[in-house]
């Protein structure tokens, strides 16, 4: 079936630093989306970038289409960034999300 | 403002009982979702919508059903609830398939613990 893997499963640092989260998977996307999951808390998009690179504030999503693989880089992190940040394929455009298992993040201030 | 509003918020269960997740959403979206998340397992899809008295199955539907008795409103039924269904449930709405590449808005999630 489809899959998702996001890498690291989880990732610690220092306020300041940079986060890189990958995500790979098993089949074209006709979406991808980044999502943000607060520690006990509900999901909010971040990104939606099936291919290219975008921007938005401190947050760069970039997407490899044909290599199935995204990463997102969140520059300057900020303790209030620690969360979980969750990439959703939808392979077919049905508005039908399969998720990864997620990276979550811990900035130490 | 856009919402999507899940009842209740936290649900203790006995097993065997019947339980009902409510989901509202204003958004006007065609199409609504819902998932569990599980340690290890990520989000994934139990049933969906994709308007008024549709429902479909999705990835895990075993032991769930759904109704979507409006554009507003579509609620997950566990008619036997089992330890295996304890979890935390998240309903979404979006917007009909095809339309670009809108995320889903989600609800606060649902705490379901089956006892």
């Known amino acids: 079936g489809q899959q998702v893997q996001q890498s690291p499963a989880s990732l610690v640092l220092q306020e300041g630093e940079n986060a890189e989260l990958q995500c790979n998977f098993s089949?074209?996307?006709?979406?991808l989306q980044w999502f943000y999951q607060s520690p006990g808390g509900s999901l909010v998009s971040l990104l939606s970038?099936?291919?290219g690179t975008k921007h938005t504030g401190r947050l760069t999503s970039t997407t490899v289409t044909k290599e199935r693989r995204s990463s997102l880089h969140i520059s300057s992190s900020q303790t209030t960034d620690s969360g979980t940040y969750l990439c959703?394929?939808?392979?077919?455009?049905?508005?039908?999300?399969?998720f990864g298992q997620g990276t979550k993040l811990s900035i130490k201030p | 403002e856009a919402a999507v509003t899940q009842s209740p918020r936290n649900k203790v269960a006995v097993t065997g009982g019947k339980v009902t997740l409510s989901c509202n959403q204003t958004?006007?979206?065609?199409?609504m979702y819902w998932y569990r998340q599980d340690t290890g397992h990520g989000l994934r899809l139990i049933h969906y919508?994709?308007?008024?008295?549709?429902?479909e199955k999705g990835d895990i539907p075993d032991g769930y059903k759904a109704s979507r008795p409006s554009q507003e409103n579509f609620s997950l039924i566990l008619e036997l609830a089992t330890p295996s269904q304890t979890s935390v449930y998240f309903c979404?709405?979006?917007?009909?398939?095809?339309?670009?590449?809108?995320?889903?808005?989600f609800g606060e999630g649902t705490r379901l613990s089956v006892l």
């Open positions: 979404a709405s979006g917007d009909a398939r095809g339309r670009g590449n809108q995320a889903p808005l």
């Open positions: 089949s074209t996307a006709t979406q």
């Open positions: 970038n099936p291919s």
């Open positions: 959703a394929i939808d392979p077919y455009n049905q508005g039908k999300l399969i």
């Open positions: 958004n006007n979206h065609n199409n």
């Open positions: 919508s994709y308007g008024a008295g549709s429902t």
